[in-house]
């Protein structure tokens, strides 16, 4: 008995050590976020994206498909600013991964590091056409931003694979130095 103990302890550290060197699943809500992401994470990360480059990143179908997805996701990155406001906060509620929850170490909204333009003030209504009250969300078309979006993944990345750090940073660096010379 106490052989078999010792036996299944060892199987079980190993599963867990295997399991913690793994790539990190990280889910972006699109093609752009994911580019930066794979740019950042490299080999340490694998990174799908829910909305497909020909897909208009406020109107994404739902699918059953995406909670499956975002059930196995160690993180998840929003744009914000409401821009997935009628898709995505229902996929996550009902993937019930508590890690990528709004607030959960496992969910980056990457615009709040972010410059916002187009930030509208006084009242708002829909008579006035397509109009984001929180300010434009295609932040990321800034180099500047695509910078600052960076830095907050290799950030959070860090920060749930804490012994990846210098790799990371090492990427980030790259990235952001192609940024400058382009």
Same mark, same amino acid.
């Given at each position: 008995m106490?052989?078999?103990f /010792?036996?299944?302890?060892?199987? %079980?550290?190993?599963?867990? /050590?295997?399991?913690? #060197?793994?790539?990190?699943?990280?889910?972006?809500?699109?093609?752009?976020?994911? =580019?930066?992401? !794979?740019?950042?994470g490299?080999? !340490?990360?694998?990174?799908e994206?829910? =909305? !497909?480059? $020909?897909q208009?990143?406020?109107?994404?179908? =739902?699918?059953?498909?995406?909670?499956?997805?975002?059930?196995?996701?160690?993180?998840?990155? =929003? /744009?914000?600013?409401? +821009?997935?406001?009628?898709?995505l906060?229902? +996929? /996550?509620?009902?993937?019930?991964?508590?890690?990528? #929850?709004?607030?959960?170490a496992? $969910?980056l909204?990457?615009?709040l590091?972010?410059?916002i333009?187009?930030?509208?003030? @006084?009242?708002?209504t829909?008579?006035m @056409?397509?109009?984001?009250?929180?300010?434009?969300?295609? $932040?990321?078309m800034?180099?500047?931003?695509?910078? !600052?979006?960076?830095?907050?993944?290799?950030?959070?990345?860090?920060? %749930?694979r804490?012994?990846?750090?210098? $790799?990371?940073?090492?990427?980030?660096?790259?990235?952001?130095t192609?940024?400058?010379?382009?």
């Open positions: 106490k052989k078999t /010792v036996t299944f302890a060892a199987m %079980l550290a190993v599963a867990t /050590v295997t399991h913690a #060197q793994g790539k990190l699943n990280v889910i972006t809500t699109t093609e752009d976020l994911a =580019a930066i992401a !794979r740019e950042v490299g080999d !340490r990360i694998a990174v994206s829910i =909305a !497909r480059g $020909y208009d990143p406020h109107f994404v179908e =739902a699918k059953p498909s995406f909670i499956l997805t975002l059930q196995k996701a160690d993180l998840l990155i =929003a /744009v914000g600013r409401e +821009l997935e406001i009628g898709w906060p229902p +996929l /996550v509620q009902q993937s019930r991964n508590g890690r990528i #929850q709004p607030g959960a496992g $969910y909204d990457a615009s590091a972010a410059q333009l187009e930030v509208p003030t @006084g009242q708002i829909r008579a @056409g397509d109009v984001h009250p929180l300010g434009n969300p295609h $932040y990321w800034d180099p500047e931003n695509g910078k !600052r979006i960076a830095k907050e993944i290799a950030d959070k990345l860090a920060e %749930l804490p012994g990846d750090k210098a $790799y990371f940073d090492q990427r980030l660096g790259d990235f952001t192609r940024l400058d010379a382009a």
